[in-house]
């Protein structure tokens, strides 16, 4: 077997959206590929069925195609595609054969289907269309590209400038391709949902003075035909993803009571359909509902709160410990029933509307993500839909776990060709104790081939966030370092999602504090380990972990490299340019930056420049607008000007999400531009890199020297 090389991401496919028929026999999901096209290389997504003991494509054709949506008989499926001269359209496609219909032409796109109870119509979300453009002359040369801005939310990472119309509900009527708006106003209005009659459509919106500078978030619940709107929940939550119980009595949701603003543990709630007090039915547990761990690999889009037949249990699922397992809790009693288990996480999920059959999307260490089905069996495992799909062991390194009377098959193997044929490095968990006794979660990967007796680099990795996690999933960057020889440190500090209220909220005005000491404890484990050459250690991370990455170099010099990626340096000109840094002055930092600049400066890694002696790479995406090129240009001036060792690698045409989702070759630039810098300062040996092909042939960068 071969160790794993930055190339080997053409090879990888992604599953994503499982959508399980009404009646549990058949599965949709879609596989993003990486094709050449155009002498590029670029990504092609496709809807996959499976069935009767088979999988095969659903769709084809040079455009993408995503987020099918069974029709409630299972008889037709909706799904969005990019074929057609407009923005991304509905098209419907029956089940029995035949070539997929167009349903929708709006100029401004369409989005989040969902079927109506009698399969007649599909609400939706989608922009209004703007009045400006009616009538107006293709050809014209006269429209002004001057921006007017008058909204503090007006752009956002990864769609550039946002609309100045919101977003609004409409209904499709399937037959006559009719679009009826439902709901109007100055308000985004997102996520509808049928009640059981099919009379009235719920949806989220925030309809309130100042709701630009809140998270707070109601529902409401409009007739079906229009009409006058009423709000269910009273402006004190936090809330998103609503769904009625099957008897119409309630609607359930994922939210919290933003106690801890951003930070805030987000459980299962419920609320009676005419209004009244929420019910927070996760909340003494303290479990991060529909999270799931940070990784480079993706997840599924979210799965609403769904509920079984008899209205008296919602399903969900949530991360604790670095894991993502499904869970049901009862309505009235709040006894909650953990349904999966294991060291994995399941990254996307949908329940079967008639029986309790349920879609996962799983991915771990070992499984970048592939689909399985939990098998309910019927009255025998023989009268079972899926008895043609093969049993998937429980109880291995990695495995889905179930309880009785739930089997699970796996329905898709779309990496085994890759995955067989390198060697993977296994996180090892730990417990690191930081100097206050907190204990923290971590883990340390060996290289790849390593030789007992032999000292190894090592790499920390940090998170970004700060209130994410990681956890049990597939990382290609982290897998691609244990093959180049080095041994990878990474943890969840204080800060972290997954391991209650207290421990998320804890470094609230005190970022760089005590997140700080909990990394250090999880270094120094690693630094003990005999294999560990505590003299060749380097410090990475992204977002929130590029900032902690340049606030490490300032703190300490036991780090001979440093990589920094998509980061802030300057906390208090980041709280204007980005995208969402306006909100930290609510809850993260002890204020806003005019009356409190120094709660800002303080924990500024550019205040603290002339500590560094760690020669750092920057690495910055250009149209990153979450923290935005500013700051990387801000360090990069202040370390040129104080003499430090410093290289800046720019990418244009990218955004926040470069190492996720960013254009294949950056992608696999990026990643050995980190092992080019690593290489350069913590100089693996030559008897680190036996046991097989390692670097590639032909070196796919070339770092210049730094003056």
């Known amino acids: 077997m071969r160790k794993m090389q930055s190339t080997d991401l053409l090879s990888m496919k992604w599953v994503s959206g499982p959508e399980i028929s009404p009646d549990g026999r058949s599965l949709l999901f879609t596989i993003r590929s990486i094709i050449e096209e155009d002498g590029d290389k670029k990504y092609k997504t496709h809807i996959y069925l499976a069935r009767d003991g088979k999988v095969t494509q659903f769709t084809g054709g040079p ?103 919101p977003a609004q509900i409409y209904v499709l009527d399937v037959q006559t391709k009719e679009i009826k708006q439902i709901t109007s106003g100055p308000y985004d209005c997102r996520e509808p949902e049928w009640s059981p009659d099919g009379k009235h459509i719920a949806f989220v919106s925030a309809r309130y003075e100042g709701h630009e500078f809140s998270s707070i978030r109601d529902i409401y619940v409009v007739p079906a035909e229009g009409g006058e709107m009423r709000k269910v929940t009273s402006s004190d939550t936090v809330l998103g993803g609503p769904r009625f119980s099957p008897d119409g009595k309630w609607i359930a949701f994922y939210g919290h009571d933003n106690s801890y603003k951003g930070a805030t543990v987000t459980g299962v709630c419920v609320i009676p359909v005419e209004g009244g007090p929420i019910s927070f039915l996760t909340k003494e547990k303290e479990i991060e509902v529909g999270g799931t761990p940070g990784g480079d690999m993706g997840a599924s889009p979210g799965t609403r709160p769904t509920w079984s037949a008899d209205s008296s249990w919602i399903y969900f699922s949530a991360l604790h410990w670095g894991r993502t397992h499904l869970y049901k809790v009862h309505r009235a009693t709040k006894e909650l029933v953990q349904l999966t288990s294991g060291d994995c996480s399941v990254l996307g999920w949908k329940k079967a509307a008639t029986d309790d059959t349920i879609a996962v999307h799983l991915g771990s260490p070992r499984l970048i993500g592939d689909m399985l089905v ?286 996720r989702s960013g254009k294949p070759k950056h992608r696999i630039e990026r990643l050995e531009y980190i092992l080019a810098w690593l290489d350069r300062y913590l100089t693996p040996k030559d008897e680190d890199y036996e046991g097989g092909l390692v670097k590639p042939e032909k070196p796919i960068v070339t770092l210049p020297e730094v003056v």
């Open 63 to 165: 455009k993408n195609d995503t987020s099918p949506r069974w029709s409630p008989k299972g008889d037709r499926v909706v799904f969005i595609s990019e074929r057609g001269k407009d923005r991304t359209q509905f098209h419907l496609i029956s089940m029995e054969g035949g070539e997929a219909v167009q349903l929708s032409s709006r100029k401004e796109g369409v989005g989040e289907p969902v079927w109506s109870p009698d399969g007649t119509k599909i609400a939706f979300s989608a922009v209004e269309p703007d009045p400006k453009s009616e009538g107006e002359d293709k050809d014209s040369k006269k429209k002004s590209d001057v921006r007017v801005i008058t909204k503090i939310r007006y752009k956002l990472n990864g769609r550039g400038f946002l609309p100045d119309r």
């Open 374 to 659: 939990l098998d309910p069996g019927g009255d025998s495992v023989n009268d079972s839909p899926w008895k043609d799909y093969a049993v998937e062991e429980c109880g291995a390194p990695g495995s889905l776990n179930v309880n009785p009377p739930y089997t699970v098959r796996r329905i898709t193997r779309v990496n085994d060709e890759l995955l067989s044929s390198v060697q993977i490095s296994w996180p090892e968990e730990f417990t690191a104790v930081s100097p206050d006794g907190t204990k923290v979660q971590a883990w340390l990967m060996k290289p790849v081939g390593m030789k007992e007796g032999r000292r190894y680099p090592v790499a920390l990795e940090i998170h970004g966030g700060p209130h994410s996690a990681y956890g049990y999933v597939f990382h290609h960057e982290f897998q691609l370092l244990a093959a180049r020889g080095y041994g990878v440190v990474f943890s969840n500090p204080r800060g972290s999602v997954g391991h209650g209220q207290e421990y998320v909220a804890a470094i609230r005005h005190d970022w760089g504090g005590v997140d700080y000491q909990d990394i250090m404890a999880a270094v120094d484990h690693a630094a003990a380990q005999p294999w560990v050459d505590s003299e060749r250690m380097a410090v990475m991370g992204g977002s929130y972990g590029g900032y902690m990455t340049n606030w490490v170099v300032t703190q300490t010099d036991r780090f001979k490299a440093a990589v920094t990626m998509r980061s802030t340096c300057n906390r208090l000109s980041q709280f204007g340019a980005s995208d969402a840094a306006f909100m930290n002055g609510a809850f993260e930092f002890d204020g806003d930056p005019w009356d409190n600049p120094h709660a800002y400066l303080d924990v500024s890694p550019l205040m603290y420049v002339r500590n560094v002696k760690t020669p750092i790479m920057i690495i910055h995406s250009e149209e990153d607008l979450r923290c935005p090129m500013e700051q990387a240009e801000e360090w990069f001036v202040a370390l040129k000007k104080t003499g430090k060792t410093v290289i800046f690698v720019r990418f244009p045409g990218e955004n926040h999400e470069l190492s």
